[in-house]
């Protein structure tokens, strides 16, 4: 064996907010993950609620494909409302 | 949205992350140097360490023990970062183990009195975050993100050391001429940090022209030297250095010269402590052993059975 596992942490700084990716850790199990998260990543009350997920459970996209990928969205300008003009004068649109 | 390539991504100042191509150099780089600071956060452990159970009062001893914990977390931020460009933490520290990787040459000295951990944290901290605040903006993200963080950290352990000496220098006279001592050992040293001078310090083009490294060697020494200088005013005690004095030309404090024929002994393993630190780095190592392995049995024996597992 290597090392533990890897484990991605992310953290919810206050309510309201959703929980932000902070960096990673090694850790033999999930118990152990969450314990170091916390001694690790909110030493200075960084937060009120973590998440660890196993490095390995994430499916990401392919950076080499990035330009097909997000190809979809490169058109679709009318997506915005800075696309459409709008009569001097008329307010609140 | 076209893919970006790798020099132009570094002409826009952008930020270059894990999986994106990057040179070979590039990598081999940031991992030694990122490798390099990681291993340094976790050796520098040990000087201060050394007076946890000595602090001379409740509160100091608190503090102490939260600054050592500091590089302890310091250290795994940046292992992380460094695992982000595809090498192993447990390689690294075996490379460390095995000397093919170094740490910052200042943890070779020792700490032999209670004032060297004011020093250190006054001194040395001060010039590691000289050396660091450039490093936030860093051109591979993980290790620029990383720095944001240890940057925040490690102001609180300048402010204490500073702390330190300025009660011991305000106390008894005795008190004072130890803080003096720790000055007057910590101070070349110090200077040490910053690397060999500008005309000697064979990587940093290449490390500036990739950004990684933002400004040279000899401007961030001079940085120290100017923020330094009038701190010491404050504490009310002497830098060893009768050279420095305003030079209203430069705009900058003049000092005397670094002897580097000194820092190149300590990098070769020939300082007041490079034997010790080694030696108890590799103990802590395996004498843990037993901890990690008895960690990981525990994790197997309470791991859920896949489904369909016989």
Same mark, same amino acid.
């Given at each position: 064996m290597n090392d533990w596992p890897l484990w991605e942490v992310f953290v919810?700084? /206050? /309510?309201g907010l959703s929980h932000v990716h902070v960096g990673s850790l090694h850790a033999p199990d999930a118990e152990l993950a969450l314990r170091n998260a916390r001694d690790l990543y909110t030493r200075r009350q960084e937060g009120i609620s973590l998440w660890v997920v196993p490095s390995a459970q994430i499916v990401a996209s392919d950076p080499g494909e990035r330009e097909a990928f997000f190809d979809p969205a490169d058109d679709k300008v009318y997506r915005h409302p800075t696309f459409y003009s709008v009569p001097e004068g008329v307010e609140h649109l | 949205m076209p893919n970006v390539s790798f020099d132009d991504l570094l002409a826009d100042d952008g930020r270059v992350e894990p999986r994106d191509p990057m040179p070979d150099g590039y990598r081999r780089t940031l991992v030694r140097q990122i490798a390099q600071h990681a291993h340094s956060e976790i050796i520098g452990m040990q000087p201060e360490g050394n007076w946890i159970s000595r602090a001379p009062s409740l509160r100091r001893k608190a503090i102490l023990m939260a600054k050592v914990q500091d590089e302890a977390g310091h250290g795994l931020y940046l292992y992380a970062a460094a695992e982000t460009?595809?090498?192993d933490r447990a390689d690294l520290l075996d490379q460390l183990h095995t000397g093919r990787q170094k740490y910052s040459s200042i943890f070779n000295y020792p700490t032999l009195t209670w004032a060297d951990v004011g020093a250190i944290g006054w001194l040395v901290d001060g010039a590691a975050i000289v050396n660091q605040v450039p490093l !936030? @903006? !860093?051109?591979?993200g993980p290790y620029a993100r990383a720095m944001v963080r240890i940057c925040k950290e490690e102001s609180f352990h300048q402010r204490q050391g500073f702390e330190i000496l300025h009660t011991l220098s305000h106390g008894t006279p005795g008190q004072r001429a130890m803080a003096q001592d720790a000055v007057d050992r910590y101070w070349w040293p110090a200077l040490m940090?910053?690397?060999?001078p500008d005309d000697d310090s064979p990587h940093s083009a290449q490390s500036m022209a990739w950004g990684i490294? @933002?400004?040279s060697n000899d401007d961030l020494r001079q940085r120290f030297v100017d923020m330094t200088v009038p701190q010491a005013e404050a504490l009310d005690l002497t830098l060893p250095?009768?050279?420095i004095r305003w030079n209203d030309e430069r705009g900058h404090y003049d000092f005397g010269e670094v002897d580097f024929g000194e820092l190149t002994e300590v990098i070769k393993g020939n300082g007041p402590c490079n034997r010790e630190r080694m030696a108890h780095r590799l103990r802590a190592h395996e004498d843990g052993a037993w901890v990690r392995e008895a960690a990981a049995a525990y994790a197997a024996k309470h791991a859920v059975p896949e489904e369909g597992a016989a």
């Open positions: 919810r700084s /206050r /309510r | 460009l595809g090498v !936030c @903006r !860093c051109s591979y940090m910053f690397g060999p490294k @933002r400004f250095d009768p050279e």
